[in-house]
């Protein structure tokens, strides 16, 4: 069973940055695909970022430029660090954790990231 927690979110300006991280309990950590996804009101989950557990990285197109997803396998951890935010990037972020090809997937509970002056 691996377990996420996300945190981090918050309310910030247009422009402004931050930092979401999202602690992963277990021992598979390192074996992990990782991703984020966030949904905002009235609308579908969309995919973010992803990174694979060799650490190659993904972006939707909406924040290729903007937003940067790492790794800590040391730390068990997965970040997602969004500069030059936009008030159409609020939403609620989720974590997740996967094993490609093998169904496995887990959600962590979200944060909330809210872009308005």
């Known amino acids: 069973q691996v377990q996420l927690v996300e945190s981090g979110g918050g309310l910030v300006q247009p422009g402004g940055s931050l930092r979401l991280s999202c602690a992963v309990s277990?021992?598979?950590?390192?074996?992990?695909?990782m991703g984020w996804s966030r949904q905002a009101p009235g609308k579908q989950r969309e995919l973010v970022a992803t990174?694979?557990?060799?650490?190659?990285?993904n972006y939707a197109d909406s924040v290729k430029g903007r937003f940067t997803i790492s790794r800590d396998n040391a730390k068990n951890t997965v970040y997602l660090q969004m500069n030059s935010l936009k008030p159409e990037d609020t939403a609620v972020y989720y974590c997740?954790?996967?094993?490609?090809?093998?169904?496995?997937?887990?959600w962590g509970r979200g944060t909330q990231v809210t872009v308005s002056s």
């Open positions: 997740n954790a996967f094993i490609p090809d093998s169904g496995f997937r887990s």
């Open positions: 277990g021992s598979i950590f390192s074996i992990l695909a």
């Open positions: 990174t694979t557990s060799g650490g190659s990285t």
